[in-house]
């Protein structure tokens, strides 16, 4: 059974910065990947990041040159640094773990945490 609790999110105005933390507990420590999703209002849930055990990452277009995701030593927490905040990436942000290779799909993520809250006004 792995545990993710997130942290960090909260209100910014545009061209603000964030870093969400996501600490894990339990069989965490023998994750593959781990990855931030996040899902908007009246929107489907979507891939921000991943990032597997060798420590090699993934990003969605949209975010690409503003988020790094990335990992302690231990692999016991996963953050994302945000960086040049846009309206739209308002969004209730996830992490969440797997143990297979990594993957852009929600679709075999089993562990999710309960998410925060990110918002940014313009």
């Known amino acids: 059974q792995v545990q993710l609790v997130e942290s960090g999110g909260g209100s910014v105005q545009a061209g603000g910065s964030l870093r969400l933390s996501c600490a894990a507990s339990g069989s965490s420590y023998y994750a593959n990947c781990m990855g931030w999703f996040r899902q908007a209002l009246g929107k489907e849930r979507e891939h921000v990041a991943t990032?597997?055990?060798?420590?090699?990452?993934t990003y969605a277009d949209s975010v690409k040159g503003r988020f790094t995701i990335s990992q302690d030593n231990a692999k016991i927490t996963l953050y994302l640094q945000m960086n040049s905040l846009k309206p739209e990436d308002t969004a209730m942000y996830y992490c969440?773990?797997?143990?297979?290779?990594?993957?852009?799909?929600?679709?075999?993520?089993?562990?999710w945490g309960q998410g925060t809250q990110v918002t940014v006004s313009s």
């Open positions: 990032i597997d055990k060798y420590g090699r990452t």
């Open positions: 969440a773990a797997r143990y297979d290779y990594c993957s852009s799909s929600e679709y075999g993520y089993k562990y």
